[in-house]
């Protein structure tokens, strides 16, 4: 085993062996970000799916699941900071890899630009009951600066941050959740069990929105070279984080339904829903302690977002994709800081730079976590059809596996329908209303360019793509002989 971590802790130059799975699940569970879910996503999946929210929830988590078990088919037997970006190159070949690779720096980092834009829309909330209005720029400069440093400076120390600060806050609405239960006087509601009115399109179309609440949840692929016992520890964290939300988002969509039974407000209508049920349920103050809490939520997310971005640009600046310099690691911290700063200074540049044009914060945030969404659906189906392909070539595929790779693509191409639309009146999707109907097209042509400029290095530099495919390949062999999960 000794022989083993040495061999790690000389891969990368990343801190290896240094994250137990508390650390490694706080990584997916932040860049999650269960706390957005009842604060705004719930809403949005409730205005079509009604009283059907918490059954579209439960397909979401089963679909995603699904999606992590083709993520597991990689992540049982190697491990590395390139995540999905790796598992992919490895399964379809490098160009598929390095498109992955394009669609995750533009997830993470476009992520972590609409999460900043929620904590300057409810750091304001909280810090205005004190009289105190700063502008969002300042607002994000206090986000990403604080999320730079702690990303710069040291990797444990941002998994803790992250595990405290969503707990936190997930333990602050689950409060009120008992609180709105014991108002009401019952548990039962026989409208929602009993799917009242609800319509199977409705529900359908709501799991385009449910999908969305789960993005990220394979971020703790990215610390394959710093995780313990990566090869049991990520891919629990992969599953168990994904469970955890669901059970998470389908409790407290249920409560929140039933707290707004009789409000003059609907639940979809209403702009702060977690501010509402504390009202409603006599205790306003809940409403200041929610925004704190989903303020530090949003800050969490958007540092796991910012260390996951990284740790992919750092993988591909390790193999001549980016320039080299991207690739390098902190002699002291042990941390890809080159990367870290390069991500940090783009998820502050374009929402400072939309908001000096006057664009609303929410604007902004639905914008740039819609584009995000693109990138993580492209990675989602690409490992699914990868992991078959890949256990074939092992000798080591089973119909189970095929079937899991069916189910992951078809419930992710659902969430891509609802993006992209389809033509047509009556319509089950219809195409989004600008400026949602172009961004499809914005994010393909990006994809585009990712792929033309790879084309370009590997006519220029063909060894590039061969020492790709042998440090790839190296990780692989390297976990080879290590107990699978």
């Not at 679909?63 to 379809?92: C, D, E, K, M, T």
Request: aromatic share 12%.
């Amino acid at each position: 085993m000794t022989a083993k971590i040495e061999v790690r802790q000389g891969a990368s130059g990343l801190r290896s062996d240094c994250l137990p799975f508390s650390d490694v699940i706080a990584q997916s569970i932040a860049n999650i970000a269960p706390t957005l879910t009842p604060t705004i996503n719930a809403a949005l999946v409730f205005g079509t799916a009604g009283v059907g929210t918490w059954l579209t929830y439960v397909f979401a988590t089963i679909g995603l699941i699904f999606v992590g078990i083709n993520i597991n088919q990689f992540a049982r037997r190697s491990a590395s900071p390139g995540s999905l970006y790796a598992y992919i190159a490895r399964g379809l070949g490098p160009t598929a890899g390095v498109i992955t690779g394009w669609a995750l720096i533009l997830a993470y980092l476009f992520t972590a630009m609409a999460v900043m834009c929620g904590f300057a829309i409810y750091g304001d909330v909280a810090l205005g009951s004190l009289g105190i209005h700063p502008s969002p720029i300042f607002l994000f400069a206090i986000c990403v600066g604080v999320a730079w440093y702690v990303a710069y400076r040291d990797i444990k120390l941002s998994t803790v941050i992250m595990l405290a600060l969503e707990a936190g806050s997930v333990a602050l609405i689950m409060i009120l959740g008992v609180i709105i239960l014991f108002k009401k006087g019952h548990v039962i509601d026989a409208s929602q069990l009993s799917l009242q009115g609800a319509k199977p399109g409705g529900i359908m179309l709501g799991l385009v929105l449910a999908v969305f609440s789960f993005v990220g949840f394979e971020s703790a692929t990215t610390l394959g070279d710093e995780a313990r016992r990566p090869l049991q520890n990520i891919p629990r964290a992969v599953i168990l984080s994904t469970v955890i939300s669901g059970i998470f988002f389908v409790i407290i969509s249920y409560i929140e339904i039933i707290g707004f039974e009789g409000f003059k407000t609907p639940f979809d209508k209403s702009e702060a829903p977690l501010s509402d049920l504390a009202n409603i349920a006599g205790v306003g103050f809940f409403g200041l302690l929610i925004a704190i809490g989903a303020t530090i939520s949003f800050f969490a997310c958007t540092l796991a977002s910012i260390n996951a971005g990284a740790r992919i640009f750092f993988s591909m600046g390790r193999h001549g994709i980016f320039h080299s310099v991207v690739g390098q690691a902190h002699g002291s911290n042990e941390t890809p800081h080159i990367a870290v700063t390069l991500a940090a200074i783009v998820t502050f540049l374009a929402p400072a730079s939309t908001s000096l044009f006057g664009v609303k914060l929410l604007d902004n945030y639905g914008y740039f976590g819609t584009i995000a969404t693109y990138g993580f659906l492209v990675a989602y189906i690409l490992i699914s059809i990868a992991a078959p392909v890949y256990l074939h070539r092992e000798h080591q595929l089973r119909f189970t596996d095929i079937l899991f790779s069916v189910l992951g693509i078809g419930f992710m191409v659902i969430p891509v329908l609802g993006s992209v639309g389809i033509p047509g009146k009556d319509s089950l999707f219809p195409i989004p209303a600008a400026p949602y109907n172009v961004f499809p097209y914005l994010f393909l042509l990006y994809l585009v360019a990712g792929g033309a400029w790879f084309l370009i290095i590997r006519l220029r530099s063909p060894e590039i793509i061969e020492q790709m495919e042998a440090d790839i390949e190296a990780s692989h062999t390297r976990f080879s002989n290590m107990k699978k999960v």
